[in-house]
């Protein structure tokens, strides 16, 4: 479902499509058909998103074997028409497809970079609920980013590890892959008995037959893509429930569980604390995936279930489970507001540490990796409201987005920031927000005028003095 992305691709149609589309003179209710936009113009992923559609659900069923790395996938993509469609986009960036049809139609299709372009017949009217099923298979790719790292579908010496933050999720499903299009999903993944598949939501139904064993998984809350996981290999599995009632899957690399359960142990008591501050947890798990994927060395906040390369230090649990309220229920539109997850999530980080015992968050804020780093330093001509493709994920969304929130906090004072970054949650459950958004939630709770703060910490280059 489409929340923010809309307004932009209309705008791109009219720019790029509107002379194309068939007038139909004299017959005004008659379909005016038209390409929907092959992108949703974000300037750091201007291949992403596609428009003329709203995807409602994705329902993806493959074979994996560790053993060949060869995929065989069927998906199915439910979406809706916003606009009379004679073409449209998806992404996908995965292997070789054998068949894509339109509803029961076959369609043709054809492949450009990361575009997968599709014309249906017959068309689409606008409103109509339409299905996708493209089948697939091959060795779905390892896709790299801006800042060098890499996502997509990365093999461990067990299985795949799999994150999509920005960009991964089209290397193993055709989608429409923008924050800004969410979607509920299912995964039924077959793979040889003994490895173990874990995706986002609850596990449906987990059955074996022949020596292969089929999980299903399920997302029931809209998800956007870059948040979908699959990721498999040799787990030891635990399921245990918060003091508050959510329910707690854990996967851990055999080899990692000693290493590991230090976090894993906090993640109950993490994750009621931050219910506690920014409201109810937003989905009906919570949990952790713990794998040896050491050329990719970051963790990811894929929902319901975090993935971390390696053995995570409780703090990087704790930023985790907090982009589960900010981040994937509350999400960012456009990439350029990646401080709105981050700068949040990093904050979290801040209070849990202070609520159990260590630093305070002022102390946090202070020490020579935030406030006080030199004025000098290279750190503070990064924008954090537009830090740009390659440093989206580097200190600044981060550390200054954290810093944002702790100043913001002293600016209006504990009562209204409390109740801020809860209603934030609160309100743009399951949606997509933008730091404009922000600004001016922060005006009405506080009844200030903040333009010139938020102008000192957000938008403007160099070590703010006063704010
Ligand atoms: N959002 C992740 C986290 O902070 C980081 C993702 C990094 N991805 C990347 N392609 N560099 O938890
Ligand atoms: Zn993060």
């Known amino acids: 479902a489409r929340f923010g992305g809309a307004a932009l691709a209309a705008a791109l149609l009219t720019a790029t499509q509107a002379t194309t589309a068939l007038a139909a003179p004299g017959n005004p209710g008659a379909p005016r058909y038209s390409a929907g936009a092959p992108s949703l113009g974000d300037p ?5 998103g596609n428009g003329g559609y709203d995807v409602r659900h994705y329902d993806v069923t493959f074979t994996y074997d560790p053993a060949t790395k060869v995929m065989d996938a069927t998906t199915v993509i439910t979406a809706v028409a916003t606009q009379d469609l004679d073409q449209f986009d998806l992404d996908f960036r995965g292997p070789q497809i054998t068949s894509l049809t339109v509803g029961k139609h076959p369609a043709f299709y054809r492949r450009d970079g990361q575009e997968l372009v599709v014309t249906p017949r017959p068309k689409l009217k606008t409103g109509e609920t339409f299905t996708v099923t493209v089948t697939y298979a091959g060795t779905p790719p390892v896709v790299t980013d801006p800042d060098g790292s890499i996502e997509g579908w990365v093999p461990t010496d067990d299985g795949a590890f799999v994150p999509g933050e920005p960009q991964g999720a089209p290397a193993w499903l055709p989608a429409n892959d923008s924050p800004a299009d969410k979607a509920t999903f299912t995964f039924r993944a077959t793979v040889p008995e003994g490895v173990t598949v874990v995706g986002n939501g609850r596990l449906a139904s987990k059955t074996t037959a022949n020596g292969k064993t089929t999980f299903v998984w399920d997302s029931a809350e809209p998800m956007a893509t870059y948040l979908a996981t699959v990721t498999l290999g040799n787990f030891v599995v635990d399921e245990t429930t918060t003091p508050g009632g959510i329910p707690v899957y854990t996967a851990v690399d055999p080899r990692l569980v000693t290493q590991s359960a230090a976090a894993v142990a906090k993640i109950p008591d993490i994750v009621d604390y931050f219910s506690s501050i920014f409201g109810p947890y937003p989905f009906n798990q919570t949990g952790a995936i713990i794998d040896r994927a050491p050329d990719v060395g970051y963790a990811l906040e894929s929902q319901t279930k975090p993935i971390f390369s390696s053995a995570p230090s409780v703090g990087t649990m704790a930023h985790e489970l907090a982009h589960q309220w900010y981040g994937d229920s509350v999400s960012v539109g456009k990439w350029s507001d990646i401080w709105l997850n981050e700068g949040f999530a990093t904050y979290a980080t801040w209070l849990w540490t202070e609520h159990t015992g260590g630093a305070t968050a002022q102390q946090t804020f202070d020490s020579s990796s935030n406030y006080g780093r030199a004025a000098t330093s290279s750190f503070w001509q990064v924008v ?43 309100t743009h459950r399951y949606g997509n927000a933008s730091t404009a958004d922000f600004i001016r939630a922060a005006e009405k709770v506080s009844g200030m005028d903040l333009k010139a703060f938020f102008d000192v910490w957000l938008f403007q280059k160099g070590k703010p003095a006063s704010w």
């Open 384 to 426: 954090t409201a537009d830090p740009g493709p390659e440093d989206m994920f580097g200190n600044v969304p981060y550390n200054r987005g954290a810093m944002t929130l702790h100043a913001l906090r002293g600016k209006i004072g504990d009562a209204a920031f409390f109740t801020l970054i809860k209603d934030w949650a609160t």
């Open 44 to 48: 750091y992923f201007p291949d992403q």
